[in-house]
T-cell receptor
Framework: EAQVTQNPRYLITVTGKKLTVTCSQN?????MSWYRQDPGLGLRQIYY???????DKGDVPEGYKVSRKEKRNFPLILESPSPNQTSLYFC????????????FGPGTRLTVL | KQEVTQIPAALSVPEGENLVLNCSFT??????LQWFRQDPGKGLTSLLL?????REQTSGRLNASLDKSSGRSTLYIAASQPGDSATYLC?????????????FGGGTRVLVKP
């Protein structure tokens, strides 16, 4: 089944404890991105990747890192999480990033205490 | 700056009634417009993608129209069912969007009563 998977789905952590949210797609898509969803602010792009080893900042990249060492995986790294990073995170992918349907993962609900 | 608006924010209809969801955007320089469904605690499911050159797309009971010149899209859901209860989001992809990002509306929360 074609899909985007994320792990973990739920995470409660404490300020400053490094964490990684994994994202994987099995559709051989070149383009991947991360969004966060917050009440009243909607979905905002954090980082994106046009292809392997090519990543760039979205609208809200502060406090996040990403890597794209292989096509299928695009992990989101929070090196020192803070409470304002409490949010619902979505990974998305599409074939090229333009004019294609974008497929979203199931989401990761992160709480930083 | 592109702004995407969905009105109303919430909608409640009896089962069997047709649903009409509206989406408006301020900048018509778009590649496409996509409609998503979001269920509580779950991800976004893509419903329909309309390219900027298209006027409408259909899938089963769903029909989405696009009027790029007026900056509007409408999602029609025929003969609504309780299982259609969810939040519906529209998103546009602008031609000049850095990162090929989608700009989302705030969503319309739909409740279909049995």
């Amino acid at each position: 089944e074609a899909q985007v998977t994320q792990n973990p789905r739920y995470l409660i952590t404490v300020t400053g404890k490094k964490l990684t949210v994994t994202c994987s797609q099995n559709m051989n898509h070149e383009y991947m991105s991360w969004y966060r969803q917050d009440p009243g602010l909607g979905l905002r792009q954090i980082y994106y990747s046009m292809n392997v080893e090519v990543t760039d900042k979205g609208d809200v990249p502060e406090g996040y890192k990403v890597s794209r060492k292989e096509k299928r995986n695009f992990p989101l790294i929070l090196e020192s999480p803070s409470p304002n990073q409490t949010s619902l995170y979505f990974c998305a992918s599409s074939l090229t990033g333009r004019v294609d349907t974008q497929y979203f993962g199931p989401g990761t609900r992160l709480t930083v205490l | 700056k592109q702004e995407v608006t969905q009105i109303p924010a919430a909608l409640s209809v009896p089962e069997g009634e047709n649903l009409v969801l509206n989406c408006s955007f301020t900048d018509s320089a778009i590649y496409n417009l996509q409609w998503f469904r979001q269920d509580p605690g779950k991800g976004l499911t893509s419903l329909l993608l309309i390219q900027s050159s298209q006027r409408e797309q259909t899938s089963g009971r769903l029909n989405a129209s696009l009027d790029k010149s007026s900056g509007r899209s409408t999602l029609y859901i025929a003969a609504s069912q309780p299982g259609d209860s969810a939040t519906y989001l529209c998103a546009v992809q602008m031609i000049k969007a850095a990162g090929n990002k989608l700009t989302f509306g705030g969503g319309t929360r739909v409740l279909v009563k049995p």
